[in-house]
C-alpha cells in the first residue's frame, strides 16, 4: 500500500434495487405516520444522514437520533449535540445497548408526537398508539434498537448492511407506540471517495465492495487525524505511523500475520486492523466535526 488522494478513487456506486424499493415504500406508507425518526452514527452523524429522507418524507415531524454513542469521542458528541440544536432539530444521542437510553427515547417520541399535534391545532386526543417511523442508513442500529424496545425480539440484527429488507411493524412496550422498522436505504451518489470510505468505516458499505486493503489504509488515515486518542499500545507503537505500510507491519507482527520468510500478510493484517477499530480497541473516534465553527 502507499499513500495516495483517496478522492482521486473511483466510486463504487453501490446501490442495490431493494434500496429503491424501499424508498417509494416510505413514501406510499408516510401518510399514517406521526413521526419520522431518522437514526444516524454517532461517529459521522452527518454524514451517516440521506439526504433523500426529506425529499421523500416532506412535511413530517421529525428528529434525529444519533445512535452507538458509546463509540463516539463524547466531547465531540456535545459539540454535535449543539449543532444540531441550533440548526432547530430535535437529536438524542443514544446507545442502545445501555439500559434506560431506549426506553427514555420512547418517552421523548410521544411528547414530541403529541406537541406535534398541538402546534397543527388538534383539539382531540389521540385515540390510538403514536406512530413513529425509524429510518437511516444500513448498519446504524436500527433493528438492535427495536429489539431492545420490544419485549420480544421481533427484527433481525446483524453486522452487515442489508440486513432488513422490508418493512416491519411493531408494538412497543405498553402499546402506546408504533413503530415502523424499515430497510437501511443509501442514496445513489455519495459524495466523494472520502465520504464512501467512512461509510465503509461504519459498516453501512460492505467490506468487499470497497476491499479490505483500501479500508484498512483509510482507517489509518483516520487514525493519523487524531493521534491522541488512539490507543497505539495495541501494535507496541509509541505514536501514529507516518506511512501506512508501516501501520500494517506493526499489525502484523504484533498478531503474527506473516508469511514464510517473515513476508506481512496483508490481507489478514487489514482484516485485523479493520476488526479492532470496530471493535473499540483503537479507542471512541468520532470521525467528523461540526461544519458550523462555532459549535466547536
Known amino acids: 500500500m502507499s499513500v495516495i488522494s483517496f478522492n482521486d478513487l473511483a466510486l463504487t456506486g453501490w446501490f442495490p434495487g431493494h434500496m429503491l424499493k424501499a424508498g417509494r415504500q416510505m413514501q406510499e406508507i408516510a401518510p399514517l405516520i406521526d413521526l419520522v425518526v431518522e437514526l444516524v452514527d454517532a461517529r459521522l452523524p452527518l454524514s451517516s444522514r440521506n439526504p433523500r429522507f426529506h425529499e421523500l418524507l416532506p412535511g413530517k415531524p421529525a428528529m434525529v437520533v444519533a ?41 421523548f417520541w410521544e411528547r414530541t408526537a403529541h406537541e406535534e399535534r398541538e402546534k397543527r391545532g388538534a383539539t382531540q386526543a389521540l385515540n390510538r398508539p403514536v406512530r413513529v417511523m425509524i429510518v437511516g442508513i444500513p448498519n446504524v442500529g436500527k433493528s438492535t434498537l427495536v429489539n431492545q424496545l420490544c419485549t ?49 468505516m461504519i459498516g ?21 487525524r487524531q493521534p491522541a486518542r488512539v ?25 503474527g500475520l506473516l508469511r514464510g520468510g517473515g513476508a506481512i500478510d496483508h490481507i489478514r493484517a487489514a482484516h485485523a486492523l479493520v476488526k479492532d477499530y470496530r471493535d473499540l480497541r483503537l479507542g471512541a473516534l468520532t470521525l467528523e466535526s461540526p461544519p458550523d465553527p462555532t459549535a466547536c
Not at 497505539?232 to 499489525?251: F, H
Open 67 to 107: 445512535n452507538k454513542a458509546d463509540l463516539a469521542d463524547p466531547a465531540a458528541s456535545r459539540r454535535w449535540q449543539r449543532w444540531f440544536e441550533g440548526q432547530g432539530e430535535r437529536v438524542f444521542f443514544l446507545n442502545a445497548r445501555e439500559p434506560g437510553d431506549p426506553d427514555r427515547l420512547v418517552r
Open 204 to 224: 453501512s458499505i460492505r467490506d468487499e465492495v470497497i476491499g479490505i486493503e483500501l479500508l484498512a489504509e483509510f482507517i489509518w488515515y483516520e487514525l493519523s
Open 152 to 200: 420480544e425480539k421481533r427484527a433481525q440484527v446483524g453486522p452487515r448492511p442489508g440486513v432488513t429488507r422490508q418493512n416491519q411493524w411493531i408494538r412497543l412496550r405498553g402499546d402506546q407506540v408504533e413503530l415502523l422498522d424499515t430497510p437501511g436505504v443509501l442514496w445513489p451518489r455519495i459524495r466523494d471517495k472520502e465520504h464512501e470510505l467512512r461509510l465503509a
Open 231 to 255: 490507543d497505539w499500545s495495541l501494535y507496541d507503537l509509541a505514536a501514529c505511523p507516518e506511512y501506512p505500510e508501516e501501520m500494517m507491519a506493526a499489525v502484523a507482527r504484533r498478531r
